[in-house]
């Protein structure tokens, strides 16, 4: 079982190739993947944040970027773009 949370910054450290957005509540994220050649393309994912940025500074302090996130919906196309994939993202 993994108990590691999703958060902007656990998704920056997976890939080099991927775009992450904070928009209002919701993280948009377009990330290139490397399929079976004429398959790649950038693949949209849509969050929501699950947890509130706590302002401050400190160990109860807490950035946007370490809040936790759950997924609302990927894409199941892959776009020629990361712009395509973005505004797929926003629309879902």
């Known amino acids: 079982m993994n108990t590691t949370k999703t958060t902007m910054e656990t998704l920056n450290d997976t890939t080099a190739q991927r775009i992450i957005l904070q928009h209002g509540n919701r993280v948009l994220v377009a990330t290139y993947r490397y399929l079976s050649g004429k398959d790649n393309g950038w693949q949209a994912e849509t969050y929501r944040m699950v947890e509130a940025p706590i302002p401050g500074w400190g160990k109860d302090a807490r950035s946007a970027s370490q ?5 609302v919906a990927a894409s199941e196309e892959y776009f020629a773009d990361n712009g395509s994939a973005i ?5 879902n």
């Open 87 to 91: 505004a797929w993202a926003m629309n």
């Open 67 to 71: 809040c936790a996130l759950e997924q």
